[in-house]
C-alpha cells in the first residue's frame, strides 16, 4: 500500500540527510523497543508506540514482526479504531485479507479520524480479493464524503473497469486527470500513508501535497490503447513512462505496444525489451503474454515468428 511517491520522497530525503536507513531504522526500533519494555508509555500512548514499532518493522520488512506488534496495540487499547486501521496494513503484507477487511470495517464501526480514507483502504482491500462491486459501493462513499479524493476517482475507475464498465472508468480518470493538484491536496499530508508519519515527522517533513498520479494516466492510456484510440493513448502513456515509480515497467510496455500499433516497430520493441528487462523476464514472455494485442500490430510478423 505505499505509493511511489512516499519511496521517492523517503529516498531523496535519507540520500539528502547522508542516513543509513536499515541501520536507522533498526535502532529507533530497539529504542522503542526498551522504552515500551522499560513501562515509558501507558494507554493510548503505549498503543501508539507499539503502531509505530509495527510501522518501522514493516519498513524493515519483517511483516510477522510488525503483526505482533500491531495487536499489542489493539490489545492495549481496543476501543482505539486507528489500531485496527493500522493493524489492517499488517495483515494485509501478511496475506490475510479477510482480516484486513475486518479490521477496517471495525475501526469504521468505532469511529475513525478519516472516514473517507479508511473507506478508501477497505475499498482497496476489496479490489484485491477481487470484490468489484462492494469496492466500487466503498469509492462512491469515499466520494460522496469527499468530493475532491482524487485518488478514490483513480481506483474507483480501475473497479469500473475489471467490473466491465469502461465508460464510468474512463469518465472517472478524465476527472482524476483534469481534476488537477486540488484533487490531491489533503487537509492531511499522511491520508494514505498514516503509518509513516511517525517517521516522517521525525525527519522534520510535514507532508505533502501530489501532483495528479501517474497511474491515472497510465490507466487512461491502458484503456485508449485497447480501444485503438492511439493518437490520445500515446500522451498518457508517454507521461506514465516519464513520472512513473513503482509502475515503470508497465508504462513502458504499454508505450511500446502503442508503437508497434503504430507501425514504429524498432522503437517499439526497444521499449519491450526494456520493461522486460524492468522486469527480470525474457521478452519472448512478455510478448507472449500480450500475444493478441501484438498479432493486430503492423510489428506482429517479427515479433511472434
Request: hydrophobic content about 45%; glycine content about 8%.
Amino acid at each position: 500500500m505505499v505509493r511511489w511517491v512516499v519511496a521517492l520522497v523517503l529516498a531523496l530525503v535519507i540520500a539528502l540527510r547522508a542516513i543509513p536507513v536499515a541501520a536507522d531504522n533498526d535502532d529507533d526500533i530497539q529504542a522503542l523497543t526498551e522504552k515500551i519494555a522499560a513501562g515509558k508509555f501507558a494507554g493510548l500512548a503505549l498503543a501508539q508506540a507499539y503502531m509505530e514499532l509495527g510501522a518501522r518493522k514493516l519498513i524493515g520488512k519483517d511483516a510477522p514482526g510488525a503483526l505482533a506488534a500491531y495487536d499489542k496495540a489493539v490489545a492495549t487499547f481496543p476501543k482505539y479504531a486507528e489500531a485496527y486501521v493500522w493493524r489492517s496494513f499488517g495483515r494485509i503484507e501478511a496475506g490475510d485479507l479477510p482480516g484486513a477487511l475486518d479490521d477496517l470495517s471495525h475501526a469504521l464501526t468505532l469511529g475513525v479520524d478519516d472516514r473517507p480514507g479508511d473507506i478508501y483502504f477497505r475499498a482497496e482491500v476489496r479490489m484485491k480479493m477481487k470484490d468489484y462491486r462492494e469496492a466500487i459501493a466503498d469509492y462512491d462513499q469515499a466520494i460522496v464524503l469527499d468530493p475532491d479524493f482524487g485518488d478514490a476517482y483513480i481506483e474507483r475507475g480501475q473497479a469500473r473497469l475489471a467490473a466491465g464498465d469502461e465508460a464510468g472508468a474512463l469518465a472517472d480518470l478524465d476527472h482524476a486527470i483534469a481534476g488537477g493538484r486540488k484533487l490531491y491536496h489533503y487537509k492531511n499530508g499522511y491520508r494514505l500513508i498514516p503509518y509513516y508519519e511517525p517517521i516522517f515527522t521525525k525527519l522534520g517533513f510535514a507532508g505533502w501535497a501530489d501532483d495528479v498520479p501517474p497511474k491515472a494516466y497510465l490507466a487512461r492510456g491502458k484503456i485508449r490503447l485497447e480501444k485503438g484510440d492511439y493518437d490520445r493513448a500515446r500522451p498518457d502513456l508517454e507521461y506514465a513512462v516519464n513520472n512513473s515509480f513503482d509502475d515503470a515497467a508497465e508504462a513502458i510496455l504499454y508505450f511500446g505496444m502503442e508503437l508497434l500499433a503504430t507501425e514504429q516497430c524498432r522503437d517499439g520493441e526497444r521499449r519491450l525489451d526494456k520493461a522486460a528487462e524492468k522486469m527480470g523476464i525474457e521478452r519472448g514472455t512478455l510478448v507472449q503474454a500480450h500475444r493478441d494485442f501484438i498479432a493486430k500490430t503492423p510489428c506482429a510478423g517479427d515479433l511472434l515468428k
